[in-house]
């Protein structure tokens, strides 16, 4: 049955958008209304292609940061220096404009419940997306599954879903630290470091309690976690990782 | 109709030859990572590459011994499935049908299998005749760990989640059987140049 599922060809279907929200001075969310949209699961992504008029086209992935349960597709994407399709989608794309894209994709840097926890979520900058729609998900569901995310962002204008993280920290069984590693408000309570071993080893589960972790960002950041992780005792096979840049995207 | 974006002109590379970038590919002087967990790292001295499966007799090499083994250097393009294309890529390694004389095999179809648990499956003939590598260096370097080092599989003409890193064998099969990916919805063979990207691609 799930193998008959995933051989349903994948084809481009086009999304029209209908809000832009504004999430830091690079980064904005693209609400879609997809009209085909199959579902998806909380960490996929999808495939969008960019059509100019001589017919050239380029495409990117770009991670769904609405929960499975939301009405619409959202994705968030960050303006990437020299960014053919990002510098598009952030700056020139309009409410009413058409957007195409294909997915969901990838079924293995993904959460439901029946995988259960408790859960470790990492995140580099806009590697938070994935993860935000596993938030969400898991908040829409009710479930009951412990989750502690560790959010490492430059500054705190650069955090993505600020006040959204925050009204989640205060739910049960969810714990959200932030670490700013550029700037910080003087009175700034977080971490002010990138991320290291003693920084994991202070906000993870211990091994025993055999979390199940999610790490997304920028490749020195996987890295760093995921090997300061295995080392702190960690299952790498309980550790699922995934990993962007630089690729001028 | 087809479709147009509203505003996009795109910037299409000068450097790049179009017709070395397949449909759907962008071209990158990066080099980009891409792994579902994390990076093993397994000490050379505990490292062996074994031929298992469909033969008559498995065979195994030491690090040491497989170090040892005649090294070809292969100027390549690469292409990953989430978009990127890397053109004239310099790697080192042993050709597959070099380790592949070693053995007798009923085999059609290969499965790599990976430090880590990664696995990846491909037909026999596209590991053969001058098309795959056991990788170990890359631009006249050891093979970095991100990238796959010890060793990885090196099978250009696929996406590039065919040239499974940190390989440790190749297991022939009579049948086929999807391997990591394969499973989680990306097409069973993976050619770049018909955007074979997702299973009924």
């Given at each position: 049955?799930?193998?008959?599922a ?23 969310s ?12 909380a ?9 100019a ?10 991670s ?31 409410p009413?404009?058409?957007?195409e ?30 993860l ?26 650069e ?13 049960d ?30 906000v ?10 999610y790490?997304?960002g ?7 976690a ?22 001028g995207? | ?12 590379r000068?450097?790049a030859?179009p ?5 759907g590919?962008?071209?990158t ?34 690090w ?5 083994l ?8 690469i ?8 053109l ?12 592949l ?13 990976s ?17 795959a ?9 050891p ?5 796959g080092?010890?060793?990885?599989l090196l099978?250009?003409h ?43 691609d």
């Amino acid at each position: 049955m799930a193998r008959a599922a995933l051989l349903r060809r994948l084809t481009w279907q086009l999304g029209s958008v209908i809000e832009l929200v504004g999430e830091t001075p690079r980064v904005k969310s693209i609400v879609l209304e997809v009209p085909d949209w199959p579902g998806h699961r909380a960490g996929q992504h999808v495939d969008v292609r960019l059509t100019a008029e001589d017919g050239y086209q380029a495409q990117r992935s770009y991670s769904i940061a609405s929960a499975p349960e939301d009405v619409n597709v959202v994705l968030t994407v960050e303006r990437l220096e020299d960014g053919e399709v990002s510098a598009y989608l952030v700056d020139e794309l309009r409410p009413g404009d058409g957007l195409e894209l294909r997915g969901p994709i990838g079924g293995y840097f993904v959460w439901s419940e029946l995988l259960g926890g408790p859960l470790f979520l990492l995140a580099g900058g806009s590697g938070i997306v994935p993860l935000r729609s596993i938030l969400r998900h898991r908040a829409a569901i009710g479930s009951a599954v412990p989750v502690r995310l560790l959010y490492s962002a430059r500054s705190l204008e650069e955090v993505i879903y600020r006040d959204e993280l925050n009204g989640q920290a205060v739910l049960d069984g969810v714990d959200i630290c932030f670490t700013l590693t550029r700037e910080w408000p003087e009175a700034w309570r977080g971490f002010r470091r990138r991320i290291d071993e003693e920084m994991l080893e202070e906000v993870s589960w211990l091994p025993e309690e055999q979390p199940l972790v999610y790490i997304c960002g920028p490749t020195p950041f996987v890295e760093v976690a995921a090997s300061a992780l295995v080392e702190l005792g960690h299952d790498p096979g309980r550790v699922r990782t995934e990993r962007f840049g630089p690729t001028g995207g | 109709m087809a479709f147009i974006s509203r505003g996009f002109k795109g910037r299409r590379r000068a450097d790049a030859d179009p017709s070395r970038v397949p449909p759907g590919q962008y071209v990158t002087d990066d080099f980009p990572v891409l792994s579902a967990g994390p990076t093993p790292h397994t000490p050379l001295e505990d490292w062996s590459f074994t031929i298992l499966g469909a033969v008559g007799e498995p065979i195994s090499w030491t690090w040491e011994e497989f170090a040892s083994l005649p090294h070809e250097t292969v100027t390549v393009d690469i292409h990953c499935v989430t978009k990127w294309s890397k053109l004239d890529t310099v790697w080192t390694g042993v050709s597959v049908d070099g380790l592949l004389e070693e053995v007798e095999t009923t085999g059609e179809y290969v499965t790599a299998f990976s430090d880590g648990g990664y696995t990846t499956n491909l037909p026999l003939e596209d590991v053969t005749d001058g098309k795959a590598w056991i990788a170990d260096g890359y631009d006249g370097q050891p093979l970095d760990p991100e990238h796959g080092g010890p060793a990885r599989l090196l099978v250009p003409h696929l996406y590039f989640w065919k040239s499974a890193k940190w390989v440790r064998g190749l297991d022939l099969r009579v049948e086929d059987e999807p391997g990591f990916w394969e499973t989680y919805g990306y097409h069973n063979y993976g050619d770049p140049w018909r955007e074979q990207r997702y299973s009924g691609d």
